[in-house]
């Protein structure tokens, strides 16, 4: 059976902003941030209808150093949003979350597109942004988590090293649970869209396996090194307090 994947009319897609209306109903209701929600949507469909248009020209392009930049854009804005969870020192661990997704994330990138997939060429946009994305989006997840837990722990007097690790392990725990979840609550959204797409399940299950080996380790490497590094400026914070 020969099976295409359905093209979503606009005026169907319209169905979906229902229920978000009707949560973002409940924020008002509740007298939450629902003004924050709106702005939330709103940014998410125009990054959305951009990098579509966006990403239709890039896959086409034979030129690697469009695809470094659109590589070097995701790490620096993944940097900035990671310490929006401790926005009064965003500035003085940017460097610090910089260089832990770059190095965490990028040497999980390389492993996976140059050993595993074996692009060729090595910048083939089709795959290295996609992959990118998810890599740098699930380290810059981590170090956000690990950033808010820590400094939340160190002001109840918790000693670095085990804030450290209570820090680490709160930073694991999402991609924890969806390696747990996999296959029994869950197909993830790669899987799920190469389903979709027509690709044999069989195919698909080595996709995911490979997505989800690489985000647990980008995450894991990428919040460790994190929190390593900010170490030295934590006693130098401390001891201008």
């Known amino acids: ?14 169905l979906v902003f229902l229920p978000v209306a009707v949560v973002i109903g ?28 966006f990403l239709s020209y890039i896959f086409e392009s034979e030129d690697a150093s469009i695809t470094v930049g659109v590589l070097s854009v995701m790490v620096f804005a993944a940097s900035w ?20 997704i770059l190095v965490g994330g990028g040497l999980t990138l390389l492993l996976v597109t140059q050993f ?22 699930s380290s810059m997840n ?11 722990e160190m002001t109840r007097d918790v000693s670095y090293f085990k804030a450290r690790g209570i820090a680490l392990r709160a930073a694991l725990i999402p991609i924890t649970n969806s390696l747990f979840a996999v296959g029994l609550v869950s ?18 299950v080595r996709y995911q396996i490979m997505v989800m080996c690489m985000i647990f380790s980008a995450v894991g490497f990428s919040t460790a090194m994190f929190l390593m590094l900010i170490k030295p400026q934590l006693s130098e914070l401390a001891s201008e307090e």
């Open 81 to 100: 949003i990671a310490l929006g969870s401790i926005q009064h020192k965003r500035r003085a661990f940017y460097q610090f979350a910089l260089l832990s």
């Open 116 to 137: 595993v997939l074996q692009l060729d060429p090595w910048f083939m946009p089709r795959y290295m942004i996609p992959l990118a994305g998810m890599i740098f989006a």
């Open 187 to 204: 197909l993830p959204g790669m899987m799920t869209g190469q389903i979709l797409s027509g690709i044999s399940p069989l195919i698909a």
């Open 1 to 14: 059976m020969n099976e295409t994947i359905t093209t979503i009319p606009f005026s169907s897609l319209v």
């Open 26 to 53: 409940l924020l008002h209701t509740w007298s939450l941030e629902w003004k924050n929600a709106i702005y939330a949507i709103l940014r998410m469909l125009i990054q959305l209808l951009l990098i579509g248009y």
């Open 142 to 152: 981590g170090v956000s988590l690990a950033a808010e837990r820590l400094e939340s």
